[in-house]
């Protein structure tokens, strides 16, 4: 059996992991189906089998994976169908492009998104969630959070982006691979929690579309929260 412990809030059907969600989409890309095992922040006990204590952990027939970029080259390893990354310098140009997404990406997503994580978690995650986080950024949740400032930096982190999207249908050319995979965890991130920092009509905004109608197809729709942004605490 496969199953992917992936990261969910006091609903459970709310994942909304930019890690998880990478490996769903790399998962679907392969035609591979796997039994969703949604976790809280702190049920650390559930993926102790996999001697960490983040999500994504894939469990596949008695392997154990975690990080969503290990994740990507097991299931190249082990799937060869469709490759996600290749081998050699592909692979490695994928993990520029995590490294790019990261900083260019994550960091405004992070700043627009915090306050409305804490809306969605479990009230049992929010001590853990506000510490682990205040520790990481060296400030308060309330002084890193600036949605405003995240979306602007957001335009300007993915306007490379936008100029590459405005020549091809997909990061990696005429068909997606795991470079747009990577990419589209993250945005997934925004959207299923309720925000949306591009518009429709963008070249980023048609290729998030392309990517999640073809998730869609084959698994459903994606759950996304309604939240109305007052407070963060
Ligand atoms: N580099 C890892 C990052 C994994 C990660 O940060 N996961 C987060 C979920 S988005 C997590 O498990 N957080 C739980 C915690 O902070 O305790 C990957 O690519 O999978």
């Known amino acids: 059996m496969r199953e992917l412990f992936e990261l969910c809030g006091a609903d459970r059907e709310l994942l909304f992991s930019p890690y998880c969600w990478r490996v769903r989409l790399a998962m679907a890309h392969k035609g591979l189906d796997w039994q969703s095992r949604p976790i809280r922040f702190t049920d650390k006990e559930l993926i102790a089998f996999s001697g960490q204590k983040l999500v994504p952990v894939l469990s596949d027939g ?10 990507f080259t097991y299931l190249d390893r082990r799937y060869p169908q469709r490759p ?35 809306q969605v978690i479990d009230p049992a995650d929010r001590e853990y969630f506000r510490s682990s986080r205040e520790q990481a950024l060296g400030m308060s949740l309330e002084a890193f959070a600036d949605p405003q400032g995240g979306e602007r930096l957001f335009r300007e982190g993915v306007a490379p982006l936008e100029m590459w999207l405005r020549d091809q249908p997909f990061l990696e050319g005429q068909a997606p691979g795991g470079c747009d995979y990577l990419l589209a965890g993250m945005l997934l991130w925004a959207w299923c929690l309720g925000a949306q920092p591009w518009t429709d009509d963008s070249a980023l905004g048609a290729w998030f579309a392309r990517i999640l109608q073809a ?12 939240i109305e942004m007052e407070q963060s605490r």
Do not use: C, N, Q
């Not at 975690?66 to 994740?71: E, P, Q, Y």
């Not at 310098?89 to 994580?117: D, G, N, Y």
């Open 62 to 71: 008695g392997e154990t994976v975690h990080d969503s970029l290990a994740i």
């Open 215 to 226: 998730y869609e197809a084959t698994h459903g729709p994606v759950k996304r929260a309604m």
């Open 84 to 118: 996600l990354l290749g081998e050699g310098l592909a692979a490695e140009r994928a993990r520029l492009v995590e490294r790019l997404s990261f900083h260019m990406v994550r960091i405004p997503l992070l700043k627009i998104l915090i306050p409305r994580v804490w």
